[in-house]
T-cell receptor, first 114, second 107 residues
């Protein structure tokens, strides 16, 4: 069974803090994704990575950066957290090539910035 | 990526088939139709996908019209545990999630 784990289920941070959200997958997947989910807006893609050290901007990258130093780990970084980054953050992974069509999601991290 | 249109909500009686429609009139030839669902407080879960042909797996069936401009997800015998938000997505490696359909299965 594919497992995607996220470092915290709930996180509370103060405005201006640097925040790290960690995601780890155990299926040797090439692709990893970070989304945020807000009521009425659905899931929106922040960044994705198709290989170690490779990254591409999604639809809403502003205020975020990412790091992928190892294949199994994809980190989302909020350089200076703001209250409008209060949200549910979801990580996903996906294999590459024929037969790899499913994104596997983690349980999510609910981040509150006060 | 093509956009999709889904009804905001639907109700279904427990044990009956749930038919969830989706319009994707701007789909291009190499884009797949994916269905995911999200149960409250969990990450989305893959259900099924298809390109042109109808597909069936242990969870659901997917019916895609011949012109590929719309599709229907069928849960053959809905249970209370199928209450969730269902997302119809068209794309490839990147998925663009819309608002989805809230399916409420009622006893």
């Amino acid at each position: 069974d594919v497992k995607v784990t996220q470092s915290s289920r709930y996180l509370v941070k103060r405005t201006g803090e640097k925040v790290f959200l960690e995601c780890v997958q155990d299926m040797d997947h090439e692709n990893m994704f970070w989304y945020r989910q807000d009521p009425g807006l659905g899931l929106r893609l922040i960044y994705f990575s198709y290989d170690v050290k490779m990254k591409e901007k999604g639809d809403i990258p502003e205020g975020y950066s990412v790091s992928r130093e190892k294949k199994e780990r994809f980190s989302l970084i909020l350089e200076s957290a703001s209250t409008n980054q209060t949200s549910m953050y979801l990580c996903a992974s996906k294999g590459q090539g024929a037969g790899s069509y499913e994104q596997y999601f983690g349980p999510g991290t609910r981040l509150t910035v006060t | 990526d093509a956009k999709t249109t889904q009804p905001p909500s639907m109700d279904c009686a427990e044990g009956r088939a749930a038919n969830l429609p989706c319009n994707h009139s701007t789909i291009s030839g190499n884009e797949y139709v994916y269905w995911y669902r999200q149960i409250h407080s969990q990450g989305p879960q893959y259900i099924i996908h298809g390109l042109k042909n109808n597909e069936t797996n242990e969870m659901a069936s997917l019916i895609i019209t011949e012109d590929r401009k719309s599709s229907t997800l069928i849960l053959p015998h809905a249970t209370l545990r199928d209450t969730a938000v269902y997302y119809c997505i068209v794309g490839g490696n990147k998925l663009v999630f819309g608002a989805g359909t809230i399916l409420r299965v009622k006893s």
